[in-house]
């Protein structure tokens, strides 16, 4: 029997009650959200849209939380159809079964609720949550995630005055369900139709500082496929972190961030009081989209003025030579009291070097797009469940290959396996005329490398064994290739996508299995005692609750 909204709300907030009872005496905190997820009419670009509303707020709520914290979000989906949520750059340690993604979790249904259990440990920094399944991330759902760190670890700059989370993404005026419908009938998605600043579109957004103070702003790029660039007037942005890295604090008068990434800058209100344009554009396109949204100062007497500050548009060697300069603060402390310089990768040899290399083409007639040439299908069943279950014919290990085929693009479920503990290196190989944004779940990594040209052993003795950037999300640029150093410690069944959410729709994602024989809760948890069993896994058992 289906359970009212509100009795459902009344029993999880009773469940709570016992648990924070249970575990008040625990090291680290719990902290407990109820959300509701419903469609709701929204006005972004003017026009009404149906969006993703969680607790009716479009964008969500924000998660506010601190290194190591034990986070209980009950999730009840009020759409009509299955709805997931994942956590970007959130690494769920030992526990890829609330990744909130196919391959992973099983969807809600509709009507019904789920309560992800995560901890954000070792961790700090600004992150985001979206919606990963049908086409949900085009119509919301989505909202900033931060772990604060705790308060006994330095942070390397003073206390700001205000902490803003700045949600930047590019935006179609067509309902999700239309894309889709695009997209499934084999077709390209189509331009956008303007860019969002806190879901709103231009001149819809401001941001209040008072006048001599100094802001943090974590802005996260939750778009579907463009690259942007981010400014103030008449402001510098101090680069402080970047997904959980500090990094060394370089000062910009504006600054990209691509598809799926996230980062914090400093603003100080050194300027005379008045309001000034926030910009925000298109990277590597034609046409170029622009919005704006305000800075007001607290006392400002007079509107922004002015023409709006340009900025880079189509420059790939100015956006190659700022990434580049985005660098680890080595004297930092981390989610620990330690530097963050400590851990020497440069010093570590690779034990295996994986190659992936992207492709867009037809298959039986339609749009797909690939990794070493697999197009990703799902399977009826998460791909981790047939792990737990061992359930056979789900997938096959290494139906992909670890290095580029050349060939023409098929269709798998493809699955690469890596082993536990190894340090490996790969290389993103970007044949194509745009630019390209990679993400790995589960996992933080140094961004080793990146140039021009095709890649080659010899690129190696470039690559930047000191202080690279250690984070989730990375670039590849036109023609170019991103190299990255990881280390696999973190088990489980993690998916290794583009951020272009088109293009990972239409098969350009695949699932890292990192593998260990040991049944040892200290590589790896049990399943969740209330995960969702669904597809072939539906009738198994999890474990008594």
């Not at 993400?439 to 190696?460: E, K, N, P």
């Amino acid at each position: 029997m289906k359970m009212p909204l509100k009795s459902a709300a009344v029993l999880f907030t009773a469940t709570c009650a016992v648990l924070f009872a249970a575990i008040a005496k625990a090291e680290d905190p719990y902290l407990f959200f109820n959300w509701n997820v419903t469609y709701g009419t929204i006005y972004p670009l003017g026009v009404p849209q149906q969006g993703i509303l969680i607790n009716g707020q479009f964008p969500g709520p924000d998660i506010h939380s601190v290194t190591n914290n034990n986070l209980v979000i009950n999730v009840f989906n009020s759409l009509t159809e299955p709805f997931l949520l994942s956590w970007s750059g959130i690494q769920n340690r030992r526990n890829s079964y609330v990744d909130g993604v196919y391959g992973t979790t099983c969807p809600i249904p509709p009507g019904k609720n789920y309560t992800y259990i995560l901890q954000v440990k070792d961790q700090i920094g600004s992150f985001y949550y979206f919606p990963s399944l049908a086409f949900h991330k085009a119509a919301g759902g989505f909202g900033g995630f931060r772990i604060l760190s705790r308060s006994v670890i330095p942070v390397p700059f003073a206390e700001p005055a205000g902490d803003f989370t700045v949600l930047i993404g590019d935006w179609y005026s067509k309902n999700h369900t239309v894309l889709k419908r695009i997209l499934d009938g084999g077709h390209k998605l189509p331009f956008p139709d303007g860019i969002l600043i806190n879901g709103r579109g231009p001149n819809g957004t401001s941001l209040t500082f008072e006048q001599g103070k100094t802001y943090r702003l974590r802005i996260s790029n939750v778009g579907l496929q463009h690259s942007l660039n981010f400014r103030i007037q008449g402001h510098k942005l101090k680069l402080v972190e970047v997904e959980g890295t500090h990094t060394l604090q370089n000062t910009y008068s504006s600054i990209d961030v691509h598809v799926g990434q996230s980062m914090s800058v400093l603003v100080t209100a050194d300027q005379p009081p008045q309001d000034y344009f926030i910009v925000v554009n298109t990277r590597f396109t034609t046409p170029i989209i622009t919005t704006t949204g305000f800075l007001r100062y607290a006392n400002s007497n007079s509107r922004a003025s002015g023409p709006i500050p340009g900025g880079p548009t189509i420059q790939v060697d100015w956006s190659l030579n700022q990434a580049r300069s985005i660098r680890t603060n080595l004297t930092a402390s981390g989610p620990r009291p330690n530097p963050q310089g400590s851990y020497h990768y440069g010093m570590i040899n690779t034990t295996r070097t994986i190659r992936l290399a992207s492709s867009a083409g037809r298959v039986n007639g339609k749009q797909r797009y690939a990794v070493n040439s697999v197009s990703f299908v799902p399977a009826d069943t998460p791909l981790k469940l047939a792990d737990f279950f061992n359930i056979p014919g789900v997938y096959r290990v290494n139906s992909i290959s670890s290095a580029p085929t050349g060939g023409g693009i098929y269709l798998d479920t493809s699955v690469l396996q890596a082993d536990y503990r190894a340090f490996i290196e790969i290389v993103f190989e970007n044949n194509e005329d745009i630019i390209q944004s990679w993400h790995l779940d589960g996992y933080a990594f140094f961004v080793v490398g990146m140039d021009g040209g095709q890649w080659t052993a010899a690129s190696r003795n470039g690559y930047n064994l000191r202080d690279a950037v250690f984070r989730s999300t990375t670039q590849v640029y036109p023609k170019s290739w991103t190299a990255i150093y990881v280390a696999l410690d973190n088990v489980g069944m993690w998916n290794l996508r583009t951020e272009f959410w088109a293009r990972q729709y239409l098969g350009q994602q695949f699932y890292l299995r990192v593998y260990t024989s040991s049944t040892s809760l200290r590589d790896e948890f049990p399943i969740p005692k209330n995960a969702l069993l669904c597809g072939r896994a539906s009738g198994h058992h999890t474990r008594p609750l």
